[in-house]
């Protein structure tokens, strides 16, 4: 199941920005958007968000005010970076805090960090011990702000991606690599970070020449809670 995600952003230009962005990552789904505080209360209700992706300036009232009231989830993308509303933010209960103007891929990677915190913690009925409770916050922020390696393109990381969740069988770097229409070393490289951030699983399968060869799958996160 998909995170569904709650826009608030007063500007509907850069709402639907925004709504892209969120779409193009794989595992979120846009339910909804709101323009003002008092909508995005109506939309919190009607639609019970997983995440709410929560703007500061608001007509009438400022992000922070919402902010203590909601239960969702929040990460605040906003323009607005004094320390004394980062750190209100952060006590009200934010968990990440994004500074605009920002890309596709400076989200995206909060989401997906965000994906991995909530997987980590997704079982209700599971007691969590400290262990896992250091990973979950570790996992929430481990990767923010390093963005795409340099030399590598984020369009590509995307669609070798897609191309790994869409294999319900491990595949290796030449097969994803076909499929896309790029070199294997580009494809094994891609895979490799994959990995590397536990995205995906990574085996070794032998072959009858007896030269092993890595095998990728997606790493299977826990259903999300409705």
Known sequence: ?????????????VARV???????VPGFAVVGTAH??????????????????????????????LLREISADTIMLTAVSDTSTVRAAFAAGALNYLVKPFTAEDLAERLAAYARYRAQLSSPDHTANQ??????????????????????????????????RQHREPVSASEIAQALGIARATAQRYLTTLAEDGRAIMNLRYGATGRPEHQYQWAQLPAQQP
């Open 36 to 65: 003002t505080a008092a909508e995005a209360r109506v939309r919190v209700q009607e639609l019970a968000p997983d995440l709410v992706l929560l703007d500061h300036y608001l007509p009438g009232e400022s992000g922070l005010r």
């Open 131 to 164: 262990e896992e409770i250091d990973r979950a916050v570790r996992l929430l922020h481990d990767k923010d702000g390093k963005g795409t390696p340099k030399g590598r393109s984020a369009v590509t990381a995307r669609l070798v991606a897609e191309a790994l």
């Open 1 to 13: 199941m998909r995170i569904r995600v709650l826009i608030v952003e007063d500007d509907i230009r």
């Open 18 to 24: 925004n709504a892209d962005y969120v779409e193009r």
